[in-house]
């Protein structure tokens, strides 16, 4: 059977995961009455909720006596490792731009890396039936970023499609009428532009897994393309380690994939994508050879780490009532499982204390981590995430984000304050009727809790998309803390009306009547930008001329609730998030008032 191995690739929303749903249901791997949900192959809840690819994904389909291997991959630059890892396992793309939004900087990066693998581009023009898309200047778009990336004259004669993937609607034609239901015209592309992989499974074998996978029951799987040769399961095979070693194990599992099911094999044959088990800590970019014929592949490159957090066990008086998952010992296994299958975060523990410093790939990627782990019972506190410097040259550098920007055009001029203010680099500005499109080259420290401002100027208006660019030399200044003081409460006990009303004019309350509440817990933003120590729970004295129900005629302003994302765009360095299932707090590091006070007052004289 003939094979072809794809990537789907985009940038974030230009409908990827829904593409490749119409794809399984075109080639009739579901049942006729089989009831499947919509964006099956974001398996995992956050992914649902969101909307968003989060890990790439593999599914086959059989298509005209061909077997197609498609992997779904994340849009959104956070998750661009899982991207470039992917890369080593096809021999084609499917670049999916939006007929509206055009190319964006994720568009840029996932082509430029298909471009890096030399693999073959197919277009394909989603969301044709929009009112606003504008097909033949989005392709005019492409064919401008294919110069820009330098590649090959032959390759500037790429094949388009365009499709509605929402309505299962598909042609080779930009016009909307030329539509058909199906996907046949793009699995047609495919088979007829994507080549066909090396099927050599006579030569010796190699294997490199891309992905990483983990089950409590078989421990860590490596997922990749059989390079050439033939695997079997059951039999002792090398892997050549990253540092060189070799190392024999027995494949205990193989696996193969068709539809949306991961089944055991007995063998697999060179060009097939298959999953292999039984080394407990294989790793990507090592290679599986034959005994006695180790050839090690190329390394495949994983990028850096750029945004860093302290996670730690949970100190505040309230630890331990909602979690089930409150240990160092728990808290530490759960972060080196994730580890095991997700290479682009680091995890090193904090000498003598019950912190580790987590390392990711942007504020997004490390938020999954937080709220995976709240869902699943755990108690912890966490740091404002921070930037990784690096030494190039002897000169401390920081990561920059090529960064673009949609906003109405009255709200232009607002933005272009705030990211001159972060000290962002204004490279080209574009105007249409109602719409301001900015490029910025920023400091990624610039786009730490940037987005509640940027919320707030556009009215929600707005759109920001960035990706890491480059290290850059590092500019002293600040850039990007909060310019506000918070209120902190100095008493522990339940919130009162009477009290939260006596505040409001102090600033923005974060919490209701009738909470419970701690020392040194953060309970609104002060409208000065000094910190404020506050008494939420002091009750109003009761005497016999007044009645008892009287705090049921205040009328309080309805407090602002913060989103996990918010809180960690919130808070300062002197400051942390707590996260229980139940609920998530933003509290002081130092909790006793007094104590805070003189630590405060003695930051202040050092700075002096």
């Not at 000094?530 to 009328?555: E, H, I, P, W, Y």
Request: hydrophobic share 40%; net charge negative; with cysteine.
């Amino acid at each position: 059977m003939e094979i072809r191995n794809i990537a789907i690739v985009a940038h974030v929303d230009h409908g990827k995961t829904t593409l490749v749903d119409k794809l399984l249901r075109s080639s009739h791997t579901f049942r006729d009455n089989q009831v499947v949900a919509e964006r099956v192959m974001d398996s995992n809840a956050i992914e649902r909720e969101r909307g968003i690819t989060i890990l790439a994904k593999n599914t086959a389909i059989i298509y005209k006596d061909t077997k197609i291997n498609i992997l779904d991959t994340p849009g959104h630059a956070d998750f661009s490792g899982e991207v470039e890892r992917i890369m080593k396992m096809v021999d084609g793309v499917v670049l999916v731009v939006d007929a509206y939004e055009g190319t964006m900087p994720q568009t840029r990066f996932v082509l430029k890396k298909a471009f890096e693998a030399h693999l073959k581009p197919i277009v394909v023009i989603n969301k044709v039936d929009k009112p606003s898309a504008r097909p033949l200047e989005v392709i005019d778009e492409v064919l401008e970023l294919f110069i820009d990336l330098g590649c090959d004259e032959d390759e500037l004669e790429f094949p388009v499609c365009f499709a509605s993937a929402v309505n299962n609607t598909c042609s080779l034609d930009s016009a909307l009428e030329t539509q058909q239901n199906g996907m046949e015209p793009l699995l047609d592309m495919i088979i007829n532009h994507i080549p066909s992989p090396n099927m050599d499974s006579e030569a010796p074998l190699q294997l490199q897994p891309a992905l990483l996978d983990y089950t409590d029951f078989v421990g860590r799987i490596g997922i990749g393309r059989i390079k050439r040769g033939t695997i079997k399961a059951g039999e002792v095979v090398s892997c050549v380690r990253l540092d060189g070693e070799i190392k024999q194990f027995r494949v205990q599992k193989l696996y193969g994939f068709l539809g949306l099911e991961r089944t055991e094999i007995a063998s697999a044959s060179a060009g097939e994508i298959v999953a292999i088990a039984g080394m407990p800590d294989i790793s990507v970019g090592e290679t599986i050879c034959t005994v006695g014929q180790e050839e090690a592949l190329e390394k495949i490159h994983i990028s850096e780490p750029t945004v860093q957090m302290t996670f730690g066990t949970n100190t505040s008086p309230f630890c331990g009532r909602d979690g089930k998952s409150v240990t160092a010992t728990k808290i530490e296994e759960r972060l080196f499982r994730e580890v095991q299958k997700d290479v682009s975060l680091k995890v090193a523990r904090i000498p003598s204390s019950e912190e580790w410093i987590v390392s990711g790939r942007g504020e997004l990627h490390l938020g999954i981590l937080i709220e995976n782990m709240r869902r699943e019972g755990f108690e912890f506190q966490v740091s404002r995430p921070r930037v990784i410097m690096k030494e190039i040259d002897g000169v401390t550098c920081e990561p920059y984000e090529y960064c673009v920007i949609d906003v109405p055009n009255e709200s232009a001029g607002s933005v272009i304050e705030l990211l001159g203010n972060r000290h962002g680099i204004m490279e080209t500005m574009t105007n249409t009727e109602t719409q301001t499109r900015l490029i910025y080259n920023i400091p990624s420290r610039g786009l730490i809790g940037f987005n509640t401002d940027f919320m707030t100027v556009t009215k929600g208006y707005g759109i920001i998309n960035h990706s890491f660019s480059e290290y850059k030399p590092m500019e002293s200044v600040s850039v990007g803390a909060r310019k506000t003081g918070v209120l902190v409460s100095m008493a522990q006990g339940q919130s009162t009306a009477y009290s939260i009303g006596a505040l409001e004019d102090r600033g923005s309350m974060f919490i209701a009547p009738g909470e419970e509440i701690y020392e040194g817990m953060i309970v609104g933003e002060a409208n000065k930008d000094l910190d404020l120590a506050v008494n939420v729970v002091k009750a109003k004295q009761q005497t016999n001329t007044r009645s008892s129900n009287k705090d049921t005629t205040v009328v309080l302003k309805k407090p602002r609730i913060l989103s996990l994302e918010a809180c960690l765009e919130f808070i300062n360095e002197d400051e942390l998030v707590e996260i229980t299932p139940n609920h998530i707090r933003l509290r002081k590091k130092i909790l006793d008032t007094v104590e805070r006070k003189k630590f405060d007052a003695k930051m202040r004289a050092e700075k002096e």
